[in-house]
């Protein structure tokens, strides 16, 4: 069975990081994109980041360039979001995704859980 | 203000057919990049609908279809059920911004 678990989130004052984690089982991890993908309460989705298969192609939603970074660790099977310079705004569910594709052009599938980020002093 | 445009909100009672648009531009579904819609049931993580604008992953009922044309995309529900009420979102990728977009989202009430 295909498994996303998040963890990592948590409360953080403005302008604080914190290092959002993402574990995957059950399929070939090193075959697929992955992505973040955030949910601020009560609000829609919306793409944060996405990373290839091979992290050779990386992109970022204009809300957070310059201030998050994914990244992935393939012999672990994780993908990691570092997020600097947080702001209230980036208060928000965050989800780790499966690509279908080994590119970032694809359809989510699955997604995890969530984990929790607020970001408030 | 999101990428993809969808009506906020669409009602129906049981049994009966619904639409949701989902409309782009030619740097997104007009540039030919595939669509694909997410069911959110409340407090839970979404998961795909529809796939490659008109694709079912298995599990999913035929009461659920999309089709794309031009800039736009559609998600119909024939037959709704009480078990439909849901939110759902378009999804696709923009080569200007290189990376995906979603759409607003649009709220499903079954009446």
């Known amino acids: 069975e295909v498994q996303l678990v998040e963890s990592g989130g948590g409360l953080v004052q403005p302008g604080r990081s914190l290092r959002l984690s993402c574990a995957a089982s059950?399929?070939?991890?090193?075959?697929?994109?992955m992505h973040w993908v955030r949910q601020a309460p009560g609000k829609g989705l919306e793409w944060v980041s996405g990373i290839s298969w091979n992290s050779g192609s990386i992109g970022y939603a204009d809300s957070v360039k310059g201030r998050f970074t994914i990244s992935r660790d393939n012999t672990k099977k994780s993908l990691y979001l570092q997020m600097n310079s947080l702001r209230a705004e980036d208060t928000a569910l965050y989800y780790c995704a499966k690509d279908n594709d080994y590119s970032i052009r694809g359809w989510f599938d699955p997604w995890g859980q969530g984990t929790l980020v607020t970001v408030s002093s | 203000q999101s990428v993809l445009t969808q009506p906020p909100s669409v009602s129906g009672a049981p049994g009966q057919r619904v639409t949701i648009s989902c409309t782009g531009s030619?740097?997104?579904?007009?540039?030919?990049?595939?669509v694909h819609w997410y069911q959110q049931l409340p407090g839970t993580a979404p998961k795909v609908l529809i796939y490659g604008n008109s694709n079912r992953p298995s599990g999913v009922p035929d009461r659920f279809s999309g089709s794309k044309s031009g800039t736009s995309a559609s998600l119909a529900i024939t037959g709704l059920q009480a078990e439909d009420e849901a939110d759902y979102y378009c999804q696709s990728y923009d080569n200007s911004l290189s990376g995906s977009v979603f759409g607003g989202g649009t709220k499903l009430t079954v009446l």
């Open positions: 059950g399929f070939t991890f090193d075959d697929y994109a």
């Open positions: 030619s740097s997104n579904i007009g540039a030919g990049y595939d």
